[in-house]
């Protein structure tokens, strides 16, 4: 299984970015996806997970009613809407797949990340 991460870039605060992965291979073994990312100095971080269903489950209270993790199954892909950018949400961004057929995670596959920028 390949992701690959596009749609990063330049914002200024206030703005949007929407964030694609886009997977390949053998993606019926990928469960759920979730959308990562790391701000310079920090932790990599989880944001937001989406199963086959649609479900999806938010991680970050600072990111909540402002980012929306969304999929197209026909297409193999997931977003990640971001609006009313901030300049703390600087940070190079992941998509993650999961084999796992449950709420826990264990993350197999990894893009390799989209940097996203917001000035101030």
């Known amino acids: 299984v390949q992701l690959v991460e596009s749609g990063g870039g330049l914002v200024q605060a206030g703005g949007f970015l929407r964030l694609s992965c886009a997977a390949s291979g053998r993606t019926s073994n990928i469960y759920k996806m979730g959308w990562f990312r790391q701000a310079p100095g920090k932790e990599r971080e989880l944001l937001a997970t989406i199963n086959r269903s649609g479900a999806s489950t938010y991680f970050i209270g600072s990111v909540k009613g402002r980012f929306t993790i969304s999929r197209d199954g026909a297409k193999n892909t997931v977003y990640l809407q971001m609006d009313s950018l901030k300049s703390e949400d600087t940070a190079v961004y992941y998509c993650?797949?999961?084999?796992?057929?449950?709420?826990?995670?264990?993350?197999?596959?990894w893009g390799q990340g989209t940097l996203v920028t917001v000035s101030s």
């Open positions: 993650a797949g999961d084999r796992v057929f449950s709420n826990s995670y264990r993350w197999d596959y």
